[in-house]
């Protein structure tokens, strides 16, 4: 294919990750090796951002910062839930490409965001302007369909694997027959984060904690969950419980969705953890249950990231970069190579139910084989004055050229 | 004072922490330097396993064993919340260390395991036993009267601090005027580890988050922090929030008002971060809030412990043998040395509230300055397959040569 020389445009979407940053660092390092790569654009909170010109300058950032975001959590760019709807927004945004000789498009995130690259790609080939369009995948949710695994999800279980491990000895230390702890994981849709879970066990320990993992595949049989902790307690003295925050019942109900209201009497959000937590207590007189959840806390943990991972997704941006230059115009995965943006787009990667153990709370060897690898190394992040120190970007404005645009 | 010969006994008690089997690996390290000292015995489950004549050979552990300890979380021996109220008890205390000649008694633990400490040194001198006893102390919450800060503390704010600033990534990213996220930190009684968030803060960079550190020394006041969340929400995009557990009203009721009781009659808590994103959406119509309550994370997070607090709470295990061998039966701080063990049993040491801002949701450099070398330095985890990896005691048992003992 002819060579394309023209300017980058990069923007982030969807929820962070550990590795996000990383992607970034890998597309603008290699971008900087093509001289027909003229400007290196980052366009803030995704598709928002882009809509309203808001772009910066990425060359202008000093290499050191650049570096950084190898190990820097979050979005540097920003992100956005904003989807791409109408078609008019569709226009403004190849407008905005137009206007600052965009001519290959790296949009990182989840599901939502390779539909919409895959929909500014099919009309900028519409109108007949020349665009080359590379979704990179991020999610820690590890669902993206046609990737093997998706960079972010490593880190993640990484973080949890380690963390679960840390409480179980606190819990070991605490347990008398009646603790259970319960720690809510991500995952609203598919069990990827919370089996991640089964790594903290020792090879050839099964009955090393997490002892019982619940997941969004399986329907929350609450009479088995309550004779499975009380087996667990009375063989461990204390029972950790990993439980996907999508956890659902036979119907399909949210566990957590039926549970309480507030304070000012709207059905409360979320909180699998502590609507299994007060399932617990009544079906086992004398339980002490304790809930922890990590929150957003678990999808930013670079500190503890995975090498792996951040590894992973470094190579999946310069691979971006490389491929769109030899023209190469669709989705890029470390182990799948490209695979058409549509077909990734809204689809979801299921967990297989294969890979769960007959006892439906644990995860077989197939899985850990799946696992295993992802999460192996350590990232070297800095310390400075004994706190974890992360990238800040200069975001040196590009000057707007249009008009404005209403969103 | 005269040289006593005979052997060590060993105990944790109350809430584990990142470094409690540091203290333990110093007084195992230090006790095998002293021939007079025959026996090094550990109680399993704090004074709950002394009484049932529960104890374990330390000196058959492997030194790699008791190496590992020095970063390993929880609380190796096991630990209790049972608290020693009958005389009878305290007496079966003395029986099990006269049958095993326990000469030395190190009990590592708060408040609660100070005062058991004491009295069973006071009833020891009452019967003529010679017995040398030390109280090491440990907590997360660093309120420990007489002491400068105590082993714990310096732990789990690092860890908070790293976290409060990867989330500060991620929400950073995400926040579009409208997003407020609430970390729910422990802190039951002083906010000791709430303000410990505040070392998130680059120097010099007062905007910095945690935005908002909600202290249970600050009566809270509703309309104020509504008022404070929607500032910074314009001003930063997003708030993040750092609340203690035991945050209370004017009246002196917890947020989240929680009837049920321990063992020690301290209210049971949890839930104050939830009740104060209610209280956000409620105060401001559009506002996405997000809570994380790391729960025991953070107080078992040893893969981010700081060196520093685990170098202390090695040498204070040292120490303590050291001054008992020397004959001083007290209890033993980094800092201040020795002080009588009823001095410091029950008391709370409070946030000097001339450490806090005038603004009452932030912390003053006097804090920063008493705060900041407590973080200093990382300790060196091991990995192993991706995951942290910690010390597990063989747990030899002493033959018992008491009758059985009912609690």
Chains 1, 2 share one sequence.
Not at 278 to 301: C, F, M, T, W
Not at 401 to 407: F, Q
């Amino acid at each position: 294919m002819a060579e394309l020389a023209g300017n980058v445009l990069v923007g982030q979407s969807g929820g962070p990750t550990s590795v996000i940053n990383a992607s970034l660092a890998g597309i603008v390092a290699e971008a900087l090796n093509h001289e027909i790569i003229e400007e290196i654009y980052g366009g803030l909170n995704g598709v928002l951002g882009i809509l309203q010109e808001d772009l910066i300058d990425l060359a202008a950032e000093s290499q050191q910062q650049i570096r950084a975001l190898r190990h820097t959590p979050g979005a540097a760019l920003g992100t956005c839930r904003y989807k791409l709807k109408k078609q008019q927004d569709f226009e403004r945004v190849l407008e905005v490409f137009k206007a600052h000789n965009i001519r290959y498009f790296f949009y990182l995130g989840g599901n939502d965001s390779q539909d919409t690259a895959d929909k500014i790609s099919k009309l900028a080939q519409q109108q007949g302007y020349e665009l080359r369009v590379i979704g990179v995948p991020k999610t820690i949710d590890n669902d993206l369909v046609v990737t093997d695994h998706c960079p972010g999800y490593g880190s993640v279980i990484k973080y949890l694997s380690t963390t679960i491990r840390e409480i179980a000895c606190d819990n070991e230390a605490m347990g008398q027959g009646d603790l259970v702890s319960i720690v809510e994981v991500m995952g609203r849709s598919a069990g990827w984060i919370a089996a991640g879970a089964a790594l903290a066990k020792r090879r050839d320990h099964p009955h090393d904690p997490p002892h019982l993992i619940l997941l969004p595949e399986v329907p929350f049989n609450q009479e088995k969950v309550i004779e499975d902790v009380k087996r667990i307690l009375k063989r461990e003295k204390y029972c950790l419980i990993v439980v996907a925050e999508g956890l659902v019942d036979a119907d399909g109900n949210y566990l957590a969705a039926d549970s309480a209201t507030d304070a000012f009497g709207h059905a409360k959000l979320g909180g699998a953890g502590e609507a299994l937590g007060e399932i617990i207590e009544h079906g086992i007189p004398g339980a002490k249950v304790r809930v922890a959840r990590p929150g957003l806390i678990q999808r930013a943990a670079a500190h503890a990231a995975s090498k792996t991972d951040s590894d992973e997704a470094f190579l999946a941006g310069q691979a971006a970069v490389r491929a769109a230059i030899a023209g190469e115009t669709e989705h890029y995965t470390v182990e799948t190579g490209l695979a058409p943006l549509s077909d990734i787009a809204n689809g979801i990667k299921k967990l297989p139910r294969e890979w769960i153990n007959e006892d439906l709370v644990s995860m077989n060897f197939q899985f850990l084989r799946y696992a295993q690898p992802l999460i192996q190394g350590e990232v070297a992040v800095p310390y400075d004055a004994g706190v974890a120190t992360y990238a800040r970007l200069d975001k040196v404005r590009v000057d707007k050229s249009l008009p404005a645009y209403e969103v």
